[in-house]
């Protein structure tokens, strides 16, 4: 009886084992199916995008399609515009920073160029006779050693960099 039961049990449990891949195999079946058609769907739907097979289709499915086919275009249409104001600004930036080096370049050049002069005016200061006003009334002196010193020092002397200048002229 024992080995009737047991083998019962070993053949029942065969039978629902045989069962269960065929529901699964079902399944995937009617799954892939499904998966099947809705390919075929997009598929078509793409031909119609495209402009294809549209002989078959209704008013409303024509109207449809029209307002898909607007929005695709107008975010089409956005995207450009965007591109091409990134573009622009970009062209923009390329510019200023050009525009800035130059500037940067040429301010530079300046001030060289003012330190140039300002050195000159002091050199033709420094060689010309001038008057002096003391307590005894006007009198003629010429250039003392400390200011061809001073002279000498801001012709060496770098020149600042804010734009001021430290150029003095000590007179004796």
């Known amino acids: 009886m024992n080995d009737i039961i047991t083998r019962y049990n070993t053949h029942s449990n065969g039978i629902t084992k045989l069962d269960r891949p065929s529901l699964e195999l079902q399944l995937e079946a009617s799954n892939s199916a499904k998966l099947s058609k809705e390919i075929a769907d997009r ?19 024509l109207q ?32 200023l920073l050009i525009k800035g080096i130059l500037l940067e370049e040429e301010n530079k050049h300046l001030k060289k160029k003012l330190v140039e002069i300002e050195m000159e005016a002091m050199l033709r200061k420094a060689k010309i006779p001038f008057l002096v006003e003391s307590d005894m009334g006007m009198q003629e002196e010429g250039v003392s050693l400390e200011s061809t010193n ?23």
Request: hydrophobic share 35%; aromatic share 4%.
């Open 150 to 172: 001073n002279i000498s020092s801001c012709i060496s002397d770098p020149p600042l960099e804010d734009g001021s200048s430290d150029t003095s002229l000590k007179l004796g």
């Open 64 to 95: 449809q399609l029209e307002k898909t086919l607007e929005m695709g275009l107008d975010r089409v249409v956005e995207f450009k515009v965007i591109t091409n104001t990134l573009e622009l600004l970009l062209s923009f930036v390329c510019i």
């Open 43 to 61: 598929n078509q739907e793409l031909s119609w995008l495209k402009g294809d097979d549209l002989e078959g289709l209704g008013l409303n499915e």
